[in-house]
């Protein structure tokens, strides 16, 4: 490998291009976990500093460390790398620092991902699929596993000791920190809570808005003590709007949350989650809330959240989940 070039970024061992969603920036820290090593992440705005926040490694041991330990804006580094990749008279790792692998999912060409790897000395390079075909019997973490001569993630779950290391966490500081509106929706600051988000980024991803208005009330009035949050964020906001919004918060606490590193901090500190296929389910299942995640128009085989506590409610549209199979998941994990 080449050395560093005197004021560019430092060595990394893993380097990760993802410019996808919440959803699918957990998947890649799910599998950057698995990789050990220091990883660079270049992703999208809050996310790769959402990865850069969260550790997992024993607890307060030397091994703990932030899932990714430095973050590249995606926009802005993609804008440039357009020219970059496809020019010799650009130095790559000027930008993104030398790395041992590179992980990409961008761009989108077998023999670009080749030139970068080769601009950044990297020894291994993949390019990932973003989704697995339909027919892929698998989910779609053992995919990437499969193209990277690993042995399966979902497939041969961890057990024991090691399952516990990678259970991300968030710091004290961050969990109290995410918690200051509670009191000012009418959730006490010591008052376990669920958290609901009942949006997603895809309208056919969405369990109907009324059936988790009923699962909100039901949970209510079997546990008394029970906070129940509804966090809604930016997809949420522009598909209904204010007026639906003020609606639901006349019903329930509403949080119209916009800071990932502040959703991160109330999912780590809720008692249980439910939601549908969507970045926040894939977030609380990784911190290891207990979680019940709903699919209709996508496939858990694919996409279901990894976590030690998942429980996934499957029908073949997502209007054929009932409140009756949610509320009873939901209730197993407030009472077990």
């Not at 820290?29 to 500093?49: D, I, N, P, S």
């Not at 992980?103 to 990297?122: D, I, N, Q, T």
């Not at 209510?220 to 919004?245: D, K, M, P, S």
Request: with cysteine; charged share 20%; glycine share 10%.
């Amino acid at each position: 490998m080449q050395s560093p070039v005197p004021g560019s970024p430092p060595l990394s061992d893993v380097l990760a291009i993802h410019p996808g969603a919440v959803g699918d920036i957990v998947l890649l820290g799910q599998l950057l976990a698995r990789l050990g090593g220091r990883a660079a992440v270049v992703a999208k705005g809050q996310r790769g500093r959402l990865l850069a926040e969260l550790r997992f490694g024993p607890p307060n041991s030397p091994d703990e460390h932030p899932l990714a330990e430095r973050v590249i804006d995606f926009e802005a580094w993609a804008l440039d790398e357009r020219v970059v990749l496809r020019s010799t008279g650009h130095r790559p790792e000027h930008t993104l620092g030398l790395c041992h692998r590179l992980v990409a999912f961008y761009p989108p060409s077998l023999e670009e991902v080749r030139r970068l790897a080769k601009a950044l000395g990297a020894r291994q390079s993949w390019l990932l699929p973003i989704r697995p075909d339909e027919d892929y019997p698998g989910h779609l973490l053992d995919k990437w596993a499969g193209l990277m001569n690993m042995k399966p993630i979902v497939a041969s779950p961890t057990a024991g000791d090691d399952a516990r290391r990678l259970v991300w966490r968030v710091s004290r500081e961050q969990v109290e920190q995410a918690r200051w509106p509670l009191p000012l929706l009418g959730i006490n600051s010591d008052q376990p809570y669920v958290v609901i988000h009942p949006g997603s980024g895809g309208r056919l991803k969405c369990w109907p808005l009324d059936n988790f208005q009923i699962l909100a009330h039901r949970l209510q009035a079997r546990h008394g003590g029970l906070g129940i949050l509804l966090v809604v964020g930016e997809a949420e906001i522009e598909r209904w709007g204010e007026e639906t919004l003020h609606r639901l918060g006349r019903e329930f606490p509403l949080l119209q949350c916009q800071d990932l590193l502040q959703l991160a901090g109330l999912l780590a500190g809720a008692k249980a989650y439910v939601g549908n296929d969507s970045g926040p389910s894939h977030l609380a299942a990784a911190l290891g809330t207990p979680t019940v995640a709903l699919f209709g128009a996508t496939s858990p085989v694919h996409f279901a959240p990894l976590g030690p506590a998942v429980r996934v409610v499957r029908g073949e549209t997502m209007d054929e989940i009932t409140v009756e199979q949610v509320t009873g998941e939901m209730v197993d994990w407030l009472t077990g």
